[in-house]
């Protein structure tokens, strides 16, 4: 998910003189307190690195078919090759700029690499050489609605592409004709969760729609509480064990029945911690949430990382973990990018906190503020990429750095893997393939 600003007013501070001495800003007196609304650092908890650690092999992922991997965000351990080399770059057209930004990583299914540009461009690519098979342009009624790109699914030979213009399409994945599109009339920023004949559409109003994934009828509807203060990006569904876990902007987590959307539990992910102000920080759930095992690992912006039980919402622990990054549940273990640029640790039995490693140390200093992304757990090692260009990878039981490489690309979306390749999506329209070398 991308770290994009808050859809907030900003406050105007008016110019005061008793603010400038001599035509110089004046220094005032007193003790200087932070007040920017962000969790204090986390650190690990007593005693927790002598809990056994355990994650599973890696085994290969052919397909990463929708946001966080699959419909449950559960890719476990990925297969990747020990050492990678880039392969082959490819421009799928227009990305961030004033008012634009590429909002969703890409997906893979089938051999082949969907993408969606800044001007409603849908290309797909040949997973293995970055050979563009097919491209085609969404029809908006408004070029503006384009700005903020699409997020994507693709189940057999659909392609589902959510649009901020309000707009679900879907498209064959081996040509790009049209199948159907529905118009919901609604800002859709979340990408869609497919499982069997269903997809499941989250609006930027807290609503969530049920579809036909074959004919894009509308099958049930549920509606969240508004929520003023928000964030740009929104987070996929989960859908797992006939349930759908809906993540809300208001900091709801909904566990709903998924063949009629009825209601089955649901809780509120907020958390007073301290140096957060509840009233200025957002309290939306970015990060998707994750089922693993009959459990449910949600995280919010400012309510901390819990783990529940699928069916009936019992609440096991809580970690005080600030992310909008996907969890990524592994074996005995979890692992989380948080907001100060960390990442961290986390026993899955009670959430206490193995290690945290600082994602900045012994690296260059930015020019500007550095952003986080990931964790994906591939071939033995996390990733992690930043707003800058980097990538660093970590060695998972002690956090350990393994190696730090300079992409040439600014990325604010996570990587993803499949078939033993690793593929990033740059803020410029770049997509960048790391394989083995041959």
Not at 333 to 357: C, P
Request: net charge neutral; with cysteine.
């Amino acid at each position: 998910m991308k770290h994009l600003p808050l859809l907030c007013a900003a406050l105007a501070l008016a110019s005061c003189s008793s603010l400038w001495k001599d035509g110089k800003p004046a220094k005032l007196q007193g003790v200087r307190i932070d007040v920017t609304g962000v969790a204090t650092t986390l650190a690990p908890t007593p005693g927790a690195e002598l809990e056994e650690f355990r994650i599973p092999e890696p085994r290969n992922t052919v397909n990463w078919s929708q946001a966080g991997g699959n419909s449950m965000h559960y890719p476990q351990h990925v297969a990747l090759p020990e050492k990678v080399v880039r392969a082959w770059t490819h421009d799928i057209g227009s990305g961030d700029g004033k008012g634009a930004a590429i909002m969703h990583s890409p997906v893979i299914n089938g051999g082949r690499l969907f993408a969606v540009d800044t001007d409603a461009r849908v290309t797909a690519l040949d997973a293995k050489t970055g050979k563009e098979l097919w491209r085609i342009s969404l029809p908006f009624k408004e070029k503006e609605q384009a700005k903020l790109s699409g997020g994507l699914a693709v189940s057999g030979n659909l392609l589902f592409i959510t649009t901020a213009g309000g707009e679900v399409f879907a498209l064959t994945a081996d040509g790009g004709k049209k199948v159907w599109n529905i118009d919901l009339a609604v800002p859709l920023r979340a990408a869609p969760t497919v499982q069997g004949e269903k997809l499941f559409v989250m609006s930027h109003d807290n609503r969530t729609f049920a579809l036909s994934a074959l004919d894009g009828s509308l099958q049930w509807t549920h509606s969240g509480m508004d929520e003023g203060l928000n964030v740009l990006a929104a987070s996929a569904p989960a859908a797992a064990n006939g349930a759908l876990i809906t993540p809300y902007s208001s900091g709801e987590l909904y566990v709903l029945r998924a063949t009629d959307g009825r209601y089955i539990w649901h809780d509120a992910l907020t958390s007073a911690f301290m140096g957060v102000d509840p009233d200025s920080t957002p309290t939306g759930i970015a990060a998707p949430p994750v089922v693993a095992d009959g459990l449910i690992y949600a995280a919010g912006l400012n309510g901390g990382l819990s783990a529940y039980a699928l069916t009936n919402g019992q609440r096991f622990w809580k970690a005080d973990v600030q992310t909008s990054q996907m969890p990524w549940v592994a074996g005995y273990q979890i692992f989380v990018v948080t907001e100060k640029g960390e990442m961290a640790a986390i026993n899955r039995r009670d959430g206490a906190i193995r290690w945290v490693k600082s994602l900045n140390d012994d690296l260059p200093k930015p020019t500007a503020k550095r952003l986080w992304v990931g964790p994906l757990l591939a071939g033995g090692r996390l990733i992690a990429a930043s707003s800058d260009g980097l990538a660093v990878s970590l060695e998972p039981e002690t956090g350990k750095r393994l190696a730090a490489t300079d992409l040439d690309v600014r990325t604010t979306l996570p990587p993803i893997v499949a078939d033993g390749a690793l593929y990033f999506l740059s803020d410029d329209g770049k997509v960048v393939c790391f394989r083995a070398a041959e």
